[in-house]
Every structure is written in structure tokens, then in C-alpha cells.
């Protein structure tokens, strides 16, 4: 793609810091780090997305797995390589690159730190493999007890998130000292969300880390009889809820801080932005109680209060929506769009890096207003455990998180290893995201409609023998396997396209783009970059929504007196 990229993105703030490094380029030896994240996130969605092919052929009645496969293992391998892979690594190489742009090259034991936590993740990633396809570990993504997996999945797992704490800690270490540099200015937005993030990530994984450490290890290496299973769950949801919104918010990154460049437009507004950041950080986590409605022992006050935290967290995404139009119809007037609507044409759906986004942003409307559905209280009845939550995430982190990932590879890798994004590459990349578009429409729409009609969720016998039942939903598991087909056209496409340019795309220089403030914008007040302020009340709140349901559920314990022996 032909970029300009201007002197000015050099930030003032660069120069009086007396960083090293041009700030346009990401040095080389960042690159490396942050591509090496990259390169494992689509080797997973390669690996996941043959086993959700898998499912849906299995799902529609007309396909049964190979006697060598089960479909809760199929299924395993698809929620953890998508959902927990792809994910986690995608965003530590975005965010590293990201840092390292804004905030100037890694010191050499930043660096070393993050290969740490990156080589700690990734034999985390392989002992937790290995457990899937050894069948010793098909207990779904959630591995909810009393499904027990091999110890080593569990252990796995915990080095995946441990080494992106270690991640993190690189992140946080090169942004303090761009802090230390730069005493009272407004910290650059994109390194500010990328902590902000990794502070939410921190936080959240603490519960699971419990539940895997403290429960679930000790119990699969038959050293406790027993868990409390409710425990568990809850502290799953614990950290399962955040984990959605650690998936959003780098594309939140992505959608305030370089779709406006891409667009030849400016940032609307950085308190804004940080406030909405702030939003999530403090509203994040208190909420996880939404997943578990149906489930008795927790007192349905606290269930309700939970509803209303999570009512909150809509705040921030409507921000972003407004934030996201205000600069979209400011760019088209400038280019002379008139009318309601003029502006709308104006801006570049030929670009790849603009397109795929935005058909993720149009996702994430219905996929969000699902999720208001999934969390009023009462009416979670009607959807809980059927396909109609699947329909609703494929939407949110599979379409609007996972198309902007893809839209940002398409930059992001050529410019790390100094190639180029080629028109060719462009026109197959919006091709893809078309394709993924339909294919995600197809069956997404089909799962809401079959989830509403009654169709279970997380199972592969959804003919149930012809019933009358199934049979109102079998003809949309059908259109289900149609549009996963589809999608995974779209996947080999776009992981054929990763491997062009990460390895055989002309030698070039790609644009990392970086929007700038729009003239004359508000100064960011100082109490949006206080992280103790925000960090303390994050804590506050998760220790007022969690504390009674938590104390509850222990002295509750079908366990029995030795509850606590047993429990730990
Ligand atoms: Fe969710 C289940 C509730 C957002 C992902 N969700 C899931 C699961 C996943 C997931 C993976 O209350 C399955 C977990 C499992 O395996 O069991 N979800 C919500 C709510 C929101 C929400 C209230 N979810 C997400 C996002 C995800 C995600 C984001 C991934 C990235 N979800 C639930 C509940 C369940 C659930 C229950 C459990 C269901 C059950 O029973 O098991 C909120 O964040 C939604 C906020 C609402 C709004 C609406 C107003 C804003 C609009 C505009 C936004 C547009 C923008 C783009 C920003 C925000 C309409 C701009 C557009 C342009 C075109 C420029």
C-alpha cells in the first residue's frame, strides 16, 4: 500500500525524551519479538479452525468425526487454540510492537523479559496441546469440573498465562520509563491502553490461576478427593467475563488510535479514549456472575447486583461507538461529503486495513445487543447453554475482535520484517473479509434463531435422534455448516496470506500508522493517567461484588465441615 508517512508522527515527546530509535520504524529486534507472538496466534487459528469446521459438519447431522476424534475433543482444541491462543498471543506481539512505537525501542533486558515470557507461553501452549490431542484434556475451554483433564493441561494452561504476565511486565517496564522521561505529559494513547490492559488481564487471571493452582492441579494429581465445583465456576467467571474485554480492547486499540490514521483523519479525542479505558478496567471484572444465572447457591441479590455492573460496562462501548462515527463523519466532510449520509462514501473501503475492522464494527453491533439479551437476568433463561450464546461470541471476539486482528496483520507483520503490503495482498485480504462477513452472517444468524428454538450449546448430538424438536432446528444447524464452511475458505485465504507476507512479500517499508490528536482537543486531565486512583478502585469494587457470594459459597460447601480442607 502506498503510505505517506509524515515527520510529525515522530512525537514531540521522542525527542525531548532523547529516546533512541526512529519512531516510525519499530526497531528490528522488537519486531522479531512481537512477530514471533504473531506467527503462533495464526498457526492456531489454522489448527482451531479445522476443528470448528469439524463441528459444524458434525452439528448439522450429516458428517460423524473419524473413530480417532471425539467431538468434545475437537471442540476442546477449537475454544482453547481460538479463544485462549490465538488471543493471548496475538495481542502480547500487537501491544509489544505497539509499545515499542510510542514509547521507543526495548531496552536489551525488556526485550529479554519478553522472549521470556513469550518461550514460558509457548511451552505452556504445547504441554496443554498435547493433553488435547493425546485426548487427556476434553474438557472444552472452560474445562469445567467435574470434567478432569491430565494435570499437565492444567499446568499448561497456568505457564500460557503466566508467561504473558512476564509479557506484560516488558510492557509496563518500558512505558514507565517513557513516564519517567516525560514527567506530566499525557502518556501516548496507545501504550496507555495496552497497560491499561494488561493491568485488567493481571487482575483477572488471578482468579483462574486459583481455581487452577489451589483446585483443579491438586485434584487431577489425585491429591484431593474432591472440588467444590460451584467454587470453581465462579472463579472461572471470575475471570472469563474480563477475558472477553481483554480480547476487545486491543481492538479498541486498533480502532482509536490507527483506523483514524488510516482514514487521513485524527484522533477524537484522548481523554475519551482513556476514560473508556478506565471504564473497563474498574467494570470489568465484577460481573462474571452473569455467566452463572442458572446456577443455585449463589443468592440472586448478589446475582443481581452483578446484572447492574454489567449494564455499566455497555457505557464504554457506546463511548467508542460515538467516538468511532464523530471521527468517521469528520474525515468525510473534510473530503466533502454532504448530506446525512455523504461523508459515509468518503472513506477508503478499498484499504484492507480500514475494511476488515469495519465489518468487524458492524459485527459487533447485533453481537453486543445479544450480549444485553445474555445479561438480563430472567431472560438468560431462554438462551443459557443453547447455540444462541455461540452465535453471539462468534460475533463479538470471532468477527469484530478476530477481523480486526486479521486487518491489522495485514500491516503490522510486512512492517516488522520490512516488506511490503502489496495491492495484490490488499485485494485478497478484502476478499477474506467478505467472505468471512458472509460466511459469519450465515451461520451466526442460524445459531441465534436454532439457539432461540431450544438447540443446545457445547454438543455434538444436536439431531437428537429426529425429534420433533430437533427437527424445527436441524435445517439452521445445516446453514450453520454452510457458513462455517465458508469461513473457513476465508481463513485459509487469510492465513495464506500471512505466510506471503511474513515471508515472500516484496522487501519494503509498511506504515505502522498512529493517528494524531485532532487540533485544539481537550487536555487529558491528569486523574485519567493515575493508575493507583483507578487501580484502587477496581479493587474496591471487585472486593464489594465478590467477598459475600465467595464466603457464601465456601461455608455452603457440600463439602461439608472438612470444606476447607478439601477445598484447598
Ligand atoms: Fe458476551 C457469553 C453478556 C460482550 C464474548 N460472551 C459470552 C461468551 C463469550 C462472550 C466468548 O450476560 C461465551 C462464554 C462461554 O463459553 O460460556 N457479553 C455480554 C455483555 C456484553 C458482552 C452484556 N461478549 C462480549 C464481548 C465478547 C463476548 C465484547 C468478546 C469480545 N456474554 C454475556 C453473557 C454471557 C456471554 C451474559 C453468558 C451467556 C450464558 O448464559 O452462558 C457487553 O459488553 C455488551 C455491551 C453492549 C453494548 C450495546 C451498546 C453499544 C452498541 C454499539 C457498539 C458498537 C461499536 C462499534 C463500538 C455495547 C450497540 C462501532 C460501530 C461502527 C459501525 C462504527
Redesign the pocket.
Known amino acids: 500500500m502506498t503510505t505517506t508517512t509524515t515527520s510529525k508522527e515522530t512525537t514531540q515527546s521522542t525527542v525531548s525524551s532523547g529516546l533512541k530509535g526512529k519512531l516510525e520504524q519499530v526497531d528490528r529486534r522488537d519486531g522479531k519479538l512481537a512477530l514471533a507472538h504473531i506467527y503462533v496466534a495464526f498457526i492456531a487459528l489454522l489448527l482451531g479452525g479445522i476443528a470448528g469446521l469439524l463441528q459444524v459438519l458434525v452439528r448439522s447431522g450429516q458428517f460423524e468425526l473419524p473413530s480417532f476424534l471425539n467431538y468434545y475433543q475437537v471442540l476442546t482444541v477449537h475454544g482453547v487454540l481460538l479463544?485462549l491462543v490465538l488471543t493471548t498471543f496475538f495481542i502480547m506481539g500487537f501491544q509489544a510492537a505497539g509499545v515499542s512505537r510510542v514509547c521507543g525501542t526495548f531496552t536489551e533486558k525488556q526485550r529479554q523479559i519478553g522472549w521470556i515470557g513469550f518461550w514460558l507461553s509457548t511451552v505452556g501452549l504445547v504441554l496443554a496441546a498435547a493433553m488435547v490431542l493425546t485426548n487427556k484434556a476434553s474438557v472444552l475451554y472452560?474445562f469445567y469440573a467435574p470434567l478432569q483433564a491430565h494435570w499437565v493441561f492444567y499446568l499448561g494452561l497456568a505457564l500460557v498465562i503466566v508467561g504473558s504476565w512476564v509479557s506484560s511486565l516488558a510492557q509496563a517496564m518500558k512505558f514507565n520509563e517513557w513516564r519517567r522521561a516525560n514527567k506530566g505529559q499525557a502518556t501516548p494513547l496507545l501504550a496507555f491502553m495496552a497497560i491499561v490492559n494488561n493491568l485488567l488481564w493481571f487482575v483477572a487471571t488471578l482468579g483462574v490461576a486459583v481455581e487452577v493452582l489451589f483446585q483443579l492441579i491438586p485434584w487431577s494429581m489425585g491429591l484431593v478427593e474432591r472440588v467444590d465445583v460451584l467454587l470453581s465456576k465462579t472463579l472461572f467467571w471470575y475471570f472469563?467475563h474480563p477475558l472477553?474485554?481483554f480480547?476487545?480492547l486491543p481492538a479498541y486499540m486498533v480502532w482509536y488510535v490507527v483506523i483514524p490514521k488510516i482514514i487521513g483523519g485524527k484522533i477524537f479525542s484522548d481523554a475519551l479514549a482513556k476514560l473508556t479505558f478506565m471504564l473497563f478496567l474498574i467494570l470489568s471484572v465484577p460481573v462474571g456472575l452473569?455467566?452463572q444465572?442458572t446456577e443455585p447457591g449463589i443468592d440472586p441479590l448478589w446475582k443481581f447486583i452483578q446484572t447492574i455492573f454489567?449494564m455499566f460496562?455497555?457505557v464504554p462501548?457506546?463511548m467508542?461507538?460515538f467516538s468511532?462515527?464523530a471521527t468517521?463523519e469528520l474525515r468525510g466532510r473534510e473530503l466533502g461529503g454532504k448530506g446525512v449520509f455523504g461523508w459515509f462514501k468518503k472513506l477508503p473501503w478499498n484499504d484492507c486495513r480500514f475494511l476488515l475492522p469495519?465489518i468487524g464494527?458492524?459485527a459487533?453491533?447485533p453481537?453486543?445487543?445479544g450480549?444485553?439479551v445474555?445479561?438480563s437476568y430472567q431472560l438468560?433463561e431462554l438462551?443459557?447453554?443453547t447455540v444462541w450464546?455461540t452465535g453471539?461470541?462468534h460475533l463479538?471476539?470471532a468477527t469484530?475482535?478476530a477481523l480486526t486482528f486479521f486487518g491489522t496483520a495485514f500491516w503490522l507483520i510486512p512492517h516488522l520484517n520490512g516488506r511490503k503490503l502489496t495491492k495484490r495482498v490488499n485485494g485478497l485480504a478484502n476478499a477474506s473479509g467478505i467472505l468471512w462477513g458472509i460466511g459469519m452472517t450465515i451461520m451466526s444468524a442460524s445459531m441465534h434463531v436454532a439457539g432461540l428454538l431450544g438447540a443446545p450449546r457445547r454438543s455434538a448430538y444436536s439431531t437428537y435422534g429426529g425429534s420433533a424438536q430437533a427437527e424445527e432446528w436441524i435445517s439452521y444447524q445445516v446453514a450453520q455448516a454452510v457458513g462455517g464452511s465458508i469461513l473457513f475458505v476465508a481463513i485459509l485465504v487469510i492465513v495464506g496470506l500471512v505466510l506471503y507476507v511474513g515471508f515472500f512479500a516484496p522487501k519494503g517499508q509498511e506504515e505502522f500508522p498512529i493517528a494524531e490528536l485532532v487540533p485544539g482537543a481537550a487536555k487529558t486531565p491528569p486523574a485519567l493517567e493515575n493508575f493507583k486512583l483507578w487501580g484502587v478502585i477496581m479493587i474496591a469494587i471487585i472486593i464489594f461484588a465478590y467477598t459475600i457470594p465467595i464466603i457464601d459459597i465456601i461455608a455452603n460447601s457440600q463439602l461439608g465441615s472438612k470444606g476447607f480442607n478439601n477445598l484447598w
Open positions: 479463544g472452560t472469563g472477553v474485554y480480547w476487545l452473569h455467566h444465572f454489567t460496562v455497555i462501548s457506546l467508542t461507538a468511532l462515527f468517521f469495519f464494527m458492524v459487533f453491533i453481537g453486543v445487543a450480549g444485553i445474555n445479561a438468560n438462551v443459557h447453554n450464546v453471539h461470541f463479538t471476539v469484530a475482535v
